[in-house]
């Protein structure tokens, strides 16, 4: 039975006598404290050696400090003498770190923490598997086996200023390079500044043994979904996107399609949001464009999933676009709206259902249609023997 993650509101008093006894056992550590024990925690991992830990876990919750009175002060000192970075007893066993800020409400703050992390990637050699929520970029120079990286960047207001505090794309590039020759499974979850969307496009860098790829709402994204960039790359998901209301084209709209060797795309976006009539037709094409493009993918199987509340011009629309794919065998559509529309069963609309026959099947849910045509649409589907499910 694993123990429950241990939470520092105050000190073990026993700890300090204890841990000499006791550090050479430990093989999994988790614990939560507040940001005052920074200096408790620094010290603990300069004294005391842990040649068994495998899998650490911190969690930092930030607590305010008045520094109201020399606050100007501060901040000249942070800027003209950077962190320094602690070195750490080695920790040769250490395969799994997982370093998660909360409550950062001020930039700087968190520069303690940044320290201690880096000290801790700086002597655990031998680490694998790095997951870390935070508001700061870990040089992982030090860190030459590692595989995985999951890093998602905590933005946060700083009550100084009240300016919202996003990702630094360059610099989140830069942290990227001091592993892209290791990393073969990469997640980035960024939220980033909508005000400012033209200024910075997220340019991947090229990882050679980036096999797994995963991005969560990061926008605009610039064009290194290539096989050139990225030569080893088999299994992406984009996520994240249909809470931010950008559309699925826009998502792809720098990317230069085909990568021949992606064999796995899962992508969350939004996919037509104008109210406008005429722009509305021009997402709905460019919607059909984006999906014809992976017919030069070699995708073994498929599932597209369609939450609308219009009409049947989105079916027509999606329809047309994976008609063109390989595997269709293997691939399925699923159309849920929310509002009742009507489904037209017009000559278009039973043309592109005849073409997509391979499909695996269709789902149609929520569609109204008046009883006389429901009847002749199921005799339809009956007829041709399509794969068309109504719900």
């Known amino acids: 039975m694993v123990p429950s993650p241990c939470g520092w509101l105050s000190l073990p008093k026993n700890l300090t006598t204890n841990l000499p006894h006791i550090s050479d056992h430990i093989v999994e550590f988790d614990v939560t404290l507040s940001s005052r024990f920074e200096p408790t925690l620094e010290r603990m991992w300069m004294m ?30 942070k800027e003209n003498y950077p962190p320094k970075i602690p070195q750490f007893l080695t920790l040769p066993n250490l395969e799994s770190l997982k370093i998660v800020v909360k409550d950062q409400n001020e930039i700087g703050q968190d520069d303690g923490i940044s320290s201690i992390c880096q000290g801790l990637l700086n002597s655990a050699s031998n680490v694998v598997n790095v997951t870390i929520y935070v508001s700061f970029y870990p040089d992982f120079t ?55 969307l033209h200024e910075q496009i997220f340019m991947l860098p090229s990882m050679t043994k980036l096999v797994v790829l995963h991005i969560k709402g990061m926008f605009p994204l610039g064009n290194f979904l290539h096989q050139d960039h990225l030569p080893n790359l088999t299994h992406v998901t984009f996520s994240g996107y249909n809470r931010y209301g950008v559309c699925l084209p826009d998502t792809f709209e720098n990317f230069d399609l085909p990568h021949e060797r992606i064999t796995s795309l899962d992508v969350d976006a939004v996919y037509r949001y104008f109210d406008q009539d005429v722009e509305t037709a021009m997402t709905i094409h460019r919607v059909t464009e984006v999906l014809q493009s992976f017919a030069t993918w070699n995708l073994t199987s498929g599932l597209v999933e369609i939450e609308s509340d219009h009409d049947t011009t989105d079916v027509l629309a999606v329809l047309r676009g994976v008609v063109a794919w390989k595997g269709l065998a293997q691939t399925s559509v699923n159309f849920e709206v929310s509002e009742g529309p009507t489904f037209v069963l017009d000559a278009d ?19 109204m249609m008046p009883e006389e045509e429901k009847e002749l649409f199921e005799e339809f589907i009956e007829e041709h023997a399509l794969p068309i499910r109504l719900y």
């Open 48 to 77: 005391h050696h842990f040649p068994n830990l495998g899998l650490l876990t911190l969690t930092f919750v930030m607590i305010n400090i008045d520094t109201s009175d020399n606050s100007e002060d501060q901040d000249d000192s």
């Open 142 to 196: 030090p860190c030459t086996k590692l595989e995985m990286l999951a890093y998602t960047y905590v933005h946060f207001r700083d009550k100084w200023t009240h300016e919202e505090v996003y990702v630094d794309f360059p610099i989140l590039t830069w942290m990227l390079d001091t592993c892209l020759d290791y990393v073969t499974r990469l997640t980035l979850s960024c939220r980033h500044d909508w005000n400012d």
């Open 349 to 367: 609309m039973e043309d592109i259902l005849l073409s997509c026959q391979s499909l695996r099947w269709i789902r149609l849910l929520g569609f």
